[in-house]
């Protein structure tokens, strides 16, 4: 039978030894709840089925995502979009992280995706609620959690396929804006984003050392696909590169990836494109390339996608254009 203690005028602990397992303590506001886990916890060393609680109780849904912070998240390609992520996520979710991991629960996080649900779009909380689930996932065994509180949280539909292109007059409008920046690499990067199909972060990684100016090729190293990919350059994008100049870490883009994205959002607004996301510019390269008349591996090639269906999310061919092949 458990042991019931009373500690101080306000607080009762409740101790519990059995053989075969560690001995639990915990401390309770009153005497009835002590008593009661007391019962519950031998009745689970009884049947066998008793899980020490006793790390999750003690380290917070804090404690555990700085902990992915510095030993997973460096591991991963989009390690500077999760750390960028996850701050926010401390920052703005003070009290719910603050919590043990024993008590979060599945309401916990409905109320988060609720309250998200005003601010931002659903595709980003189903990206927040997916890595947070991850984080809680790689941890639950070791913490004793029989269950993610995060697993039944039912994530917002996504519409995946986003039909955007640049229309008559706006990408100059956005190269206008880009003039005004402070940051000199956005301008060059968003350029040769429209004529390479290359991701932001793949821009980033791009070294002059990969570059061959003579045959027009740009390497791509360990993309996010897990494969080297060689992106043809354009005689604009051939051009863009020249003007650049050349840097001492080998680096294209002397810049990182929240001062690429944050320099363009505030372009992107000043020039009345808030729809137009700079992963956007990746859908206009590849519609372009098929408006010109290159066929699906062709297209692939460039663009890197390993099958069909991730291609056509990518593209967005105008009607017009289509009517005009019809005669």
Known sequence: MATILKRGPYQWQAKVRRKGYPVQTKTFDSKREAEAWGSITESEMARSVFVDRSLSEKMTLADVIKGYMTNEAPTHKGYDSE??????????????????????????????????????????????????????????????????????????????????????????????????????????????????????????????????????????????????????????????????????NGFVFQTSSEGLKNAYERARKRANLQHLNFHDLRHEAVSRLFEAGWNIMEVAAVSGHKDLQSLKRYTNLRAADLAKKMG
Not at 115 to 128: H, L, W, Y
Not at 171 to 184: M, V
Not at 221 to 235: F, W
Request: hydrophobic share 35%; net charge positive.
């Open 83 to 248: 750390i960028s992520r996850l701050n926010k996520f401390l920052r703005d979710e003070a009290k719910l992280a603050a919590r043990g991991m024993a008590t979060l629960k599945t309401s916990d996080f409905e109320t988060y995706r609720d309250q998200r649900s005003k601010e931002v779009a659903p595709g980003t909380i189903k990206r927040e609620l997916n890595l947070l689930h991850s984080i809680i996932e790689g941890v639950r065994k070791k913490l004793g959690l029989l269950e993610n509180p995060i697993s039944d949280v039912k994530r917002p539909r996504v519409r995946d396929q986003r039909d955007i292109r640049l229309q008559d007059g706006e990408e100059k409008a956005l190269l206008c804006a880009l003039d005004d920046c402070r940051n000199p690499w956005v301008k060059p990067a968003v350029i040769l984003a429209i004529e390479t199909a290359m991701r932001r972060g793949e821009l980033l990684d791009l070294r002059w050392d990969n570059i061959d100016l003579n045959t027009r090729v740009a390497k791509l190293i360990d993309t996010k696909n897990g494969e080297n990919r060689d992106v043809p350059l354009s005689s604009r994008a051939i051009e863009v590169l020249k003007s650049l100049p050349k840097s001492t």
